[in-house]
């Protein structure tokens, strides 16, 4: 069997086995069901990519086709995916960092009423993910667009019982379908151009230069407005911080592996049209630039540890759209795949944390947590390291190609990002500091219960904690030799034949990049470190904090203004409707034609009363009618 449909069909064969039968299943069986398919998956993957590498049979990739979905005039959409040197890497990461996640989810989710519907979601959101990033045309991605959307609701509000909860499973769902009618109506334009959705029939297309620059800017800022919807940029970005209610294993899901990256991967895949597209460029670069200071701002002075980390994720994504801006999209990518290393293992450090401390996720509730905690404390060290860009670790590497990208397209935006780094070093060491140094303050849960997880939950840490050290070799920069240096670059130069046109800058003018990013690592290091462990200070309640604090703590106040501007007139005018418009016209409506049909009814009632007479009266008087009708006409 093609190994595009084992990729595809194990986890969908997971969610239907689970989902049908995993109520009447043991718990270790339902979780390392799903566990295995998704694992399997990856293995498959890992052939595939292989053959890539080595076999010049499959340098054009592995298509299989299913079927014809739609065959309508001249409207034709295949049921049909394609494994290329961009998707691989995209089924890598998701199939990888979707096993581990699943395989810490069997310990993290062992007490939970719903252990087998949460497998079965987990599972759905992978295949779905999959469909995504294998389809070989749009409606195809579409699909998998729409899919995840759905998933990710489930997730996120899987503890339904909680009010709060479901309104951030809604908000998720609301926000991103505002984000999906702008793909939506970018998949339109390219079809009213081209006359097809096929990656194979468009992409060259685009690429010939033949298409008006004020079409590819309008197809490229609709799909652009469907990324910022999926990938949390301003101004749709306040879904993926709301997304913590979901179980930690989700939020490591979803912001690492896959449906944030999905606005990534769309831009990277469409490479010749926003290549093309200078105006949509730039709007990519000042909303991502925008959304990674914001956020990073937001980030410190939250207190809940995911609320820190999902800042950071809005924050990350943004640089990444900074790189995609800026015409780097080995950059972006890049960084996505180290993100995934790094931002899934901090994802579920917090949730071991939050495992041993009884729930707890405020960060002023813990302290000294390194003592009882050795594994979770050494990997999520390396995840800090790494996000905040120590030397050499993943994050360091990947971070710095962005900053020189930028640098070498715009000196503002150069600066705005490092300004973003150096935050991104503040936030997240007060985060580290305060959790795991100082002394233990949490007078609900004794520090004596406070206990390492078991290992389901740390051998996913610790193969996530190796990824975010070695993560930097898939694109090492130039300076450390042409033989071991920008690997991923030549990786994908097939898929992105346009694009990482940069002029050269001199390794005198890179290492003193370098030294700026290491300066700002260490600045930020030394200041956390001097005032949450030298100083053994804590983070101020929210109500002693300054005013410029409770801007950051209130993060700026932007779901308050949504809330006035958009959510509450709607919610205004949906009870004028109710009270007005539903009640008194359509319910009147409604109402006034059940009033008639009830009378014909009741006339009918009389008349239909089974009495002979009556029958037979009627009888007589149609005969007359119809006699005298004749004799008239």
């Not at 959409?77 to 691989?88: E, I, P, Q």
């Not at 490229?220 to 101004?235: E, T």
């Not at 260490?522 to 100083?535: D, Q």
């Amino acid at each position: 069997m093609n190994s595009i449909a084992l990729i595809l069909g194990l986890p969908i064969a997971g969610f239907l086995i689970n989902g049908l039968f995993g109520k009447s299943l043991p718990k270790s069986v339902v979780g390392w069901l799903g566990t295995f398919a998704v694992l399997a998956s990856f293995v498959i993957a890992l052939g595939v990519f292989n053959d890539l590498r080595l076999n010049p049979d499959f340098q054009n990739g592995l298509n299989f086709k299913l079927y014809t979905f739609l065959n309508v005039g001249n409207f034709h959409v295949d049921f049909a995916f394609s494994l290329d040197r961009l998707s691989v890497m995209m089924t890598l990461i998701i199939t990888g960092i979707g096993s581990l996640i699943h395989l810490y989810s069997i310990a993290y989710m062992h007490e939970d009423e719903g252990f087998y519907k949460f497998f079965a979601y987990l599972n759905l959101f992978i295949f779905n993910m999959l469909i995504l990033v294998l389809g070989s045309n749009f409606m195809m991605l579409f699909f998998g667009w729409e899919g995840v959307g759905l998933c990710s609701y489930l997730l996120i509000g899987f503890w339904y019982k909680n009010a709060e909860y479901g309104k951030a499973a809604r908000k998720a769902f609301v926000m991103n379908r505002i984000g999906d009618l702008g793909l939506l109506m970018g998949l339109f334009l390219i079809f009213h151009q081209y006359q097809s959705l096929d990656y194979n029939i468009v992409l060259p297309k685009i690429a010939d230069g033949s298409t008006s620059v004020y079409m590819l800017t309008a197809i490229s800022m609709c799909l652009f407005v469907g990324a910022m919807g999926k990938s949390a940029q301003i101004p749709l970005y306040t879904w993926l911080p709301d997304a913590m209610a979901g179980p930690t294993p989700v939020s490591a899901l979803i912001h690492a592996a896959t449906m944030v990256t999905a606005g990534v991967y769309l831009i990277v895949r469409c490479e010749a049209l926003f290549y093309l597209s200078p105006i949509t460029n730039n709007v990519i670069m000042w909303v991502g630039l925008a959304t990674s200071l914001l956020a990073a701002f937001i980030g410190l002075k939250q207190n809940d540890i995911k609320k820190v980390l999902a800042y950071s994720t809005v924050s990350q994504l943004g640089l990444m759209f900074v790189a995609i801006g800026c015409g780097a999209y080995t950059a972006a990518m890049f960084h996505l795949a180290t993100h995934a290393f790094f931002k899934a293992l901090l994802f579920l450090g917090s949730g071991s944390v939050i495992h041993a401390m009884h729930h707890e996720q405020d960060i002023r509730q813990m302290g000294g947590l390194k003592a009882k905690m050795p594994i979770t404390y050494i990997t999520f060290l390396i995840g800090t390291l790494a996000i905040t860009g120590f030397p050499f670790l993943s994050g360091f590497f990947s971070k710095d190609e962005i900053l020189i990208a930028a640098f070498e397209h715009n000196k503002i935006v150069y600066i705005l990002a490092v300004l973003s780094a150096t935050v991104t070093g503040l936030y997240m060491f007060r985060m580290f500091f305060t959790t795991f140094h100082g002394t233990y303050r949490n007078h609900h849960h004794s520090f004596e219960k406070v206990h390492e997880s078991p290992w389901q939950m740390s051998v996913p840490l610790m193969v996530l904690a190796v990824l975010s050290v070695l993560g930097g070799l898939l694109n090492l920069p130039k300076y450390l030799g042409e033989g071991v240096s920008h690997k991923l670059a030549h990786w994908l130069a097939p898929i992105l034949p346009m694009a990482e046109n940069h002029s050269e800058i001199s390794h005198s003018t890179e290492f003193a990049l370098l030294g700026v990013a290491v300066t700002v690592f260490i600045i930020a290091f030394l200041y956390t470190r001097f005032k949450y462990v030298s100083r053994n200070a804590v983070p101020e309640s929210d109500e002693k904090t300054p005013y410029l604090g409770k801007l950051l703590v209130n993060k700026f106040y932007v779901d308050e203004i949504y809330d006035t501007i958009i959510v509450k007139p709607l919610e205004m005018c949906s009870q004028i409707v109710d009270s007005f418009v539903d009640s008194k016209i359509i319910g009147g409506f409604v109402s006034g034609i059940s009033s008639v049909l009830l009378k014909i009814s009741n006339l009918n009632k009389r008349i239909q009363n089974g009495n002979i007479e009556y029958y037979l009266t009627f009888m007589v008087i149609a005969l007359a009618l119809f006699l005298g009708f004749n004799l008239l006409f």
